[in-house]
């Protein structure tokens, strides 16, 4: 894979998003191959939203292939509190780094962003929009759980604002999954994403319960309500606590199912639910550093795989 920058799942192709996950599936099994390869190189960390997974996944990933991070810290103890523009960051923390990876709450601060830089840049989440490297761990806990063949996924919670559900659902286009999307009506897919799908010839159905697809599902995808993008707190609580799965709602499910969540949860599943076998979720979450070293690892490499 030889991409400059990583800003959305739809610019990889079904080869890419395997030799990444070979790759990781590699360093899982043995990381002393890659352990001091980038001892000289630095990362840079510009994450202008919370994060825990994504950003110390990241960390713990450029350390373990030796190298280290720098990191611009909290939006309120850096230069954007004085008013600079993202564009004059991005190109002033270019100067330090050999990659950068950039979470920002605009949806296409990434791609924005990439036009200012020469070194790799990774789309760490922009706003409603793209959160490719949460997708490739996504998919590698996927190919573990249940298999990317024949794939049949229930992806449910906040479509909308959701952009590890937009950048789950593009990818899984490259596999001829069958997809169910389950919300309410006002957290349904953006129209646009639909059109996509459609136009990458993709198996999807819409429903607003999941009663009815839960016995045929392979994976059951279950995200947070994303309160924060909500113009209308008001909004937010006419949905909120809706679409919540514990032990109960579960009777019907295949044995074999995968229940995965990206993290944070509030309460869509039940705590009860983490001693079940379907659970995969904090294995999930420990799959972001080796998939994070597979990427670095092609981004900042000079081999032509
Ligand atoms: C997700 C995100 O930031 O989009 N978190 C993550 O990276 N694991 C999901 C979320 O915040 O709900």
Excluded: C
Aim: proline content about 4%; overall charge negative; hydrophobic content about 40%.
């Amino acid at each position: 894979m030889r991409h400059d920058h990583l800003i959305t799942s739809k610019q990889l192709s079904r080869a890419d998003i395997e030799t990444v996950l070979d790759h990781a599936a590699e360093i899982d099994a043995d990381r002393s191959a890659v352990a001091d390869k980038y001892s000289d190189r630095l990362l840079g960390l510009l994450f202008f939203e919370p994060s825990t997974r994504t950003k110390l996944s990241f960390e713990t990933a450029m350390k373990r292939l030796g190298g280290d991070v720098i990191d611009m810290g909290s939006v309120d103890s850096s230069s954007v509190t004085k008013g600079e523009s993202l564009a004059d960051t991005i190109r002033v923390i270019e100067g330090y780094a050999d990659a950068l990876v950039l979470r920002h709450p605009k949806q296409g601060a990434a791609t924005m962003a990439s036009e200012f830089v020469d070194v790799p840049l990774v789309n760490a989440g922009d706003g409603a929009g793209h959160h490719p490297t949460q997708t490739m761990l996504d998919l590698y806990t996927i190919r573990e759980n249940a298999g990317l063949d024949d794939l049949t996924i229930g992806i449910m919670g906040d479509l909308k604002y959701g952009r590890t559900v937009h950048s789950l659902a593009y990818a899984l286009t490259k596999f001829d999954a069958q997809q169910h999307f389950i919300s309410p009506d006002s957290l349904a897919l953006p129209r646009e994403v639909v059109y996509d799908l459609h136009q990458e010839g993709a198996s999807i159905r819409e429903h607003d319960g999941l009663e009815e697809v839960l016995p045929s599902l392979d994976v059951l995808y279950v995200t947070r309500i994303q309160r924060e993008r909500f113009p209308d707190e008001n909004e937010y609580q006419k949905v909120a606590g809706e679409y919540q799965i514990g032990p109960d709602s579960l009777s019907s499910a295949s044995d074999d199912l995968t229940i995965m969540h990206p993290l944070p949860r509030v309460d869509e599943i039940a705590p009860e639910v983490d001693d079940t076998e379907y659970a995969a979720y904090f294995e999930q979450a420990h799959n972001g550093v080796p998939v994070r070293m597979a990427l670095l690892d092609l981004l900042l490499g000079d081999s032509d795989d």
